[in-house]
């Protein structure tokens, strides 16, 4: 087996990361790295490898990149979330005080 599966998958990754709206499937991406690590097992590991190497953290990190800002995200959408319900107990506790 050559690398190609292994560039191949890198390449996939490239592509969604470059991708400014793409949005991670679970699914889809646990099945990405169940394929590139079988790739990984399968791979010669021969001339060009350090640079797949290379190019494969340099995904990583833009993963991580992408990680923090989803939690960010999701940290805010959580804040106003709970602020909207806040913000609705405190009205019916007006209505409920108004009759």
Request: charged share 30%; net charge negative; aromatic share 8%.
């Amino acid at each position: 087996m050559s690398d190609t599966s292994v560039r191949a998958a890198i390449e996939q990754m490239e592509a969604w990361l470059a991708d400014a709206n793409w949005i991670p499937n679970v699914e889809v991406l646990a099945q990405w790295d169940a394929e590139f690590q079988a790739s990984l097992a399968r791979a010669e590991k021969g001339p060009g490898w350090v640079d797949l190497v290379a190019r494969a953290m340099a995904a990583g990190r833009q993963v991580e990149d992408r990680t923090v800002l989803f939690v960010e995200l999701r940290d805010q959408l959580r804040k106003e979330i709970e602020a909207h319900e806040r913000g609705s107990r405190a009205l019916k506790g007006y209505e409920a005080n108004s009759r």
